[in-house]
T-cell receptor
Framework: EAQVTQNPRYLITVTGKKLTVTCSQNMNHEYMSWYRQDPGLGLRQIYYSMNVEVTDKGDVPEGYKVSRKEKRNFPLILESPSPNQTSLYFC????????????FGSGTQLSVL | GQQLNQSPQSMFIQEGEDVSMNCTSSSIFNTWLWYKQDPGEGPVLLIALYKAGELTSNGRLTAQFGITRKDSFLNISASIPSDVGIYFCAGHGGSNYKLTFGKGTLLTVNP
């Protein structure tokens, strides 16, 4: 089944403790992206990747890192999480950037205490 | 940057009623996508539109790409309780590869 898989679904952590949220897609998509969703603010793009080893900042990149060493994986790294990073995070992918359908993972609910 | 205004922000309707929501943009888009998000889940693509004037259906859902290329509409006919969720529009315009999202319409259906 074609899908975007994120792990974990739920994560509670403390301020400053490094964490990684994994994302994997099995559709051979070139484009991958991370979003955060907050009440009243909709979906905001954190980082995106046009292809392997090509990443760039989205609208709200501060406090996050990403890597794209393989086509299928696009992990989101929080080196030193803070409470304002408590949010619902989504990974998404599409065949290419641009006029393509974007497919989303099921989300990761992160709470930073 | 490009912005999308999605309205209404929320709707409370009775089962069986029809629903309409729309998105407008300050600039021209060449692709419109409509998503539904169930509680605790990721957005799921409902309909994709690629041409001005295009009208596409998916079951009880119908979406249209506005002639001006600055708006899109989603209609749901004969709503049922499982239609509850947040509906997002998203658009892609010009040479900008980025997909811009509306802030969503929260739909509640009373049985």
């Amino acid at each position: 089944e074609a899908q975007v898989t994120q792990n974990p679904r739920y994560l509670i952590t403390v301020t400053g403790k490094k964490l990684t949220v994994t994302c994997s897609q099995n559709m051979n998509h070139e484009y991958m992206s991370w979003y955060r969703q907050d009440p009243g603010l909709g979906l905001r793009q954190i980082y995106y990747s046009m292809n392997v080893e090509v990443t760039d900042k989205g609208d709200v990149p501060e406090g996050y890192k990403v890597s794209r060493k393989e086509k299928r994986n696009f992990p989101l790294i929080l080196e030193s999480p803070s409470p304002n990073q408590t949010s619902l995070y989504f990974c998404a992918s599409s065949y290419r950037a641009g006029r393509e359908k974007l497919f989303f993972g099921s989300g990761t609910q992160l709470s930073v205490l | 940057g490009q912005q999308l205004n999605q309205s209404p922000q929320s709707m409370f309707i009775q089962e069986g009623e029809d629903v309409s929501m729309n998105c407008t943009s300050s600039s021209i888009f060449n692709t419109w996508l409509w998503y539904k998000q169930d509680p605790g889940e990721g957005p799921v693509l409902l309909i994709a539109l690629y041409k001005a004037g295009e009208l596409t259906s998916n079951g009880r859902l119908t979406a249209q790409f506005g002639i001006t290329r600055k708006d899109s509409f989603l209609n749901i006919s004969a709503s049922i309780p499982s239609d509850v969720g947040i509906y997002f529009c998203a658009g892609h315009g010009g040479s900008n590869y980025k997909l811009t999202f509306g802030k969503g319409t929260l739909l509640t259906v009373n049985p």
